[in-house]
């Protein structure tokens, strides 16, 4: 019967059908998205070799998928280039969005505040009120990172053009620059200060 279909009996009975209901069974036992657990290392880890935006040369993505517990399913992935030593990690949902969500408020006053890790999505705003800093949500992508690290990124986002803007728009620099200066206070916990996301 060259040319026909064959039929599902004649499938069952070459016995590839039993292959395909397990491999079946199989892939919808396996979990996609692993839970956290700090008892256990990650280890699953997908690795790609991909091209760095810094100097061109090829590094290594590494793309986690996994669930952090009372938050959401979600990619982590993670660049470094063993040529510049450029770095980037980025958290991505990976399920729904929610209608609404949470506020945070910390009261950052002691060193210990400043190294508290902070997972923010692409959808979160930031907010410091007392350097009347506000990060629209969906102007930087998802991260995983400490207090510092977002003042840290905030800094280094407004002093990427500063030299163009010192000569294009002098006053837009100097603002730059003394809020620089008072961010850096607040870095450096010279004063305390709220963070809201």
Same mark, same amino acid.
Do not use: W
């Given at each position: 019967?060259?040319?026909?279909?064959?039929?599902? %009996?004649?499938?069952?009975?070459?016995?590839?059908?039993?292959?395909?209901? =397990?491999?079946?069974?199989?892939?919808?036992?396996?979990?996609?998205?692993?839970?956290?657990?700090?008892?256990?290392?990650?280890? #699953? =880890?997908?690795?790609?070799?991909?091209?760095?935006?810094?100097?061109?040369?090829?590094?290594?993505?590494?793309?986690?998928?996994?669930?952090?517990?009372? *938050?959401?399913?979600?990619?982590?992935?993670?660049? &470094?280039?063993?040529?510049?030593? *450029?770095?980037?990690?980025?958290? @991505?949902?990976?399920?729904?969005?929610?209608?609404?969500?949470?506020?945070?408020?910390?009261?950052?006053?002691?060193? +210990?505040?400043?190294?508290?890790?902070?997972?923010?999505?692409?959808? =979160? &705003?930031?907010?410091?009120?007392?350097?009347?800093?506000?990060?629209?949500?969906?102007?930087?992508? $998802? #991260?995983?990172?400490?207090?510092? $690290?977002?003042?840290?990124?905030?800094?280094?986002?407004?002093? @990427?053009?500063? $030299? @163009?803007? %010192?000569?294009?728009?002098?006053?837009?620099?100097?603002?730059?620059?003394?809020?620089?200066?008072?961010?850096?206070? +607040?870095?450096?916990?010279? *004063?305390?200060?709220?963070?809201? &996301?």
């Amino acid at each position: 019967m060259s040319g026909s279909i064959p039929s599902t %009996k004649d499938v069952e009975d070459d016995g590839k059908s039993d292959l395909a209901e =397990a491999s079946t069974n199989t892939f919808e036992e396996k979990e996609i998205f692993k839970p956290i657990d700090g008892e256990k290392s990650v280890d #699953e =880890a997908i690795q790609v070799e991909s091209m760095c935006i810094n100097c061109g040369e090829n590094g290594i993505t590494k793309l986690l998928l996994t669930v952090i517990p009372f *938050y959401k399913e979600i990619i982590l992935s993670s660049f &470094s280039c063993p040529h510049c030593a *450029y770095t980037d990690n980025e958290i @991505q949902s990976a399920g729904e969005i929610q209608a609404q969500g949470v506020q945070c408020t910390l009261k950052v006053k002691e060193i +210990y505040d400043l190294n508290r890790k902070v997972i923010k999505s692409d959808f =979160a &705003s930031i907010s410091i009120p007392e350097l009347e800093l506000d990060v629209p949500a969906s102007s930087q992508k $998802g #991260e995983v990172t400490t207090v510092e $690290g977002i003042l840290q990124r905030i800094m280094e986002g407004l002093r @990427q053009d500063q $030299g @163009q803007r %010192k000569r294009e728009h002098p006053e837009d620099f100097e603002q730059i620059e003394k809020f620089l200066c008072k961010a850096e206070k +607040y870095k450096q916990l010279e *004063y305390p200060f709220t963070l809201v &996301s």
